[in-house]
């Protein structure tokens, strides 16, 4: 409530950058890190259970990410709808990123994808009137319901071919 009511700023740097010693954490809402990305949950979402998903790399245009980057970031977007549908079963799904200050990116030094799930009559007056946001679920429930399907190989019910480093730290 406090960052809310303008009493806290804002943390500053990176939130892509920070934590990068930790693969898990519901402190800083990471989802899943390796040395290539990282998925993150919203600490503002749209909807319940909106991720994020970043290069490991500081990078802010599309066009610098190597192959590798790009093809381990289109993986873990197909992995993350994995999980998703099967934690929280959204009609649908929002996926995409904001290229540039201008075209909407809060944070436009370091590229990242939005993964948003959609229920039919999920946004109802309160955002329209009220710029209010209702969201069902508590994050740091839903990061306890996902964070399992990240420190599994597995992915969901999809075997994955991201693998994820098991010395995991707890938090």
């Not at 290539?36 to 909106?50: E, I, K, S, W």
């Amino acid at each position: 409530m406090e960052y809310i009511e303008g009493k806290a700023g804002r943390e500053s740097g990176c939130i892509f950058c920070a934590a990068k010693d930790r693969p898990h954490s519901a402190t800083d809402l990471i989802l899943y890190r390796d040395a290539t990305l990282a998925v993150l949950m919203n600490r503002f979402p749209y909807a319940n259970g909106h991720l994020l998903v970043a290069p490991a790399r500081h990078v802010a245009d599309l066009c610098d990410l190597s192959a590798g980057e790009n093809a381990a970031i289109a993986a873990m977007l197909t992995r993350c709808t994995t999980i998703l549908r099967k934690h929280l079963k959204p009609d649908g799904f929002n996926i995409g990123l904001n290229l540039g200050e201008v075209a909407g990116a809060g944070l436009a030094s370091h590229l990242h994808w939005h993964i948003v799930p959609r229920w039919h009559g999920d946004h109802n007056y309160m955002t329209i009137l009220a710029e209010v946001r209702t969201i069902p679920e508590h994050i740091e429930k839903t990061f306890e319901k996902l964070v399992p399907d990240f420190r599994n190989r597995e992915g969901g019910k999809r075997k994955s071919r991201l693998t994820l480093n098991r010395s995991t730290t707890r938090s």
